[in-house]
């Protein structure tokens, strides 16, 4: 059964500094994984979709990678800013097609 | 391009009563999910329609929970009756291909059942 654990569980940073969330999963037998976004009482935005046969993939000021065999992956985020502030999600999505989610990461970015 | 629209936002119902859940996808995407989030938890898998069919059907709590797709379009989901342990926040998610692609997220229903 696949697990996915989100460390740290919460963060808080001071505005401009660099930062790394990680995320780790059980079974290496995926196809993709998927870091999401969520403001407060809002619904997920999909940032980064890495999937199996690549090791990272950009989108601005965000960097994913993926290091399959390890079951391990990390978003870099630079820059931090206020607006960074939610909650980040990771998920991995295997032969049963369905995203199993960790718990997620609550991030403060501190004007 | 409109995304993932929930119907409604919230909803607080009385212990034993019904409560339906819509979910209207991105045009176009044959892959609809239902996804939970109880307090405390993290997200976990409801369903999987593809266009009309249930593909997979595994997270469904048990029989008082049902959901349709009809027409391959939107999608409902019947909790009935419902019970204390059903409130969380329901998402739903559509895809355009079954593997690989983005899933994108409505903002979801938050269900108090009191």
């Known amino acids: 059964k696949q697990e996915v654990t989100q460390i740290p569980a919460a963060l808080s940073v001071p505005e401009g500094e660099n930062l790394v969330l990680n995320c780790s999963f059980t079974d290496s037998a995926i196809y993709n994984l998927q870091w999401f976004r969520q403001d407060p009482g809002k619904g997920l935005t999909s940032l980064l979709l890495i999937q199996s046969s690549q090791r990272e993939q950009t989108s601005g000021r965000l960097n994913a990678s993926l290091d399959k065999s390890s079951g391990r992956s990390t978003l870099y985020i630079a820059a931090s800013q206020p607006g960074d502030s939610a909650t980040y999600l990771c998920?991995?999505?295997?032969?049963?097609?369905?995203?199993?989610f960790g718990k997620g990461t609550k991030l403060t970015v501190n004007p | 391009e409109a995304g993932v629209t929930q119907f409604p936002s919230h909803s607080v119902i009385e212990k034993g009563q019904t409560v339906t859940l819509r979910c209207d996808p991105i045009s176009g995407h044959d892959n609809l999910y239902w996804y939970r989030r109880v307090m405390g938890k993290e997200i976990k898998f409801l369903l999987h329609?593809?266009?009309?069919?249930?593909?997979?059907e595994s997270g469904m709590p048990n029989n008082r929970f049902l959901a349709e797709r009809t027409g391959g379009t939107y999608s409902t989901l019947k909790v009935q009756p419902a019970e204390l342990e059903d409130s969380g926040v329901y998402f739903c998610a559509s895809s355009r291909d079954r593997l690989n692609t983005e899933a994108f997220f409505g903002q979801g229903t938050r269900l108090t059942v009191v």
């Open positions: 998920a991995v999505q295997g032969g049963s097609e369905k995203l199993v």
């Open positions: 329609f593809v266009k009309e069919s249930k593909q997979d």
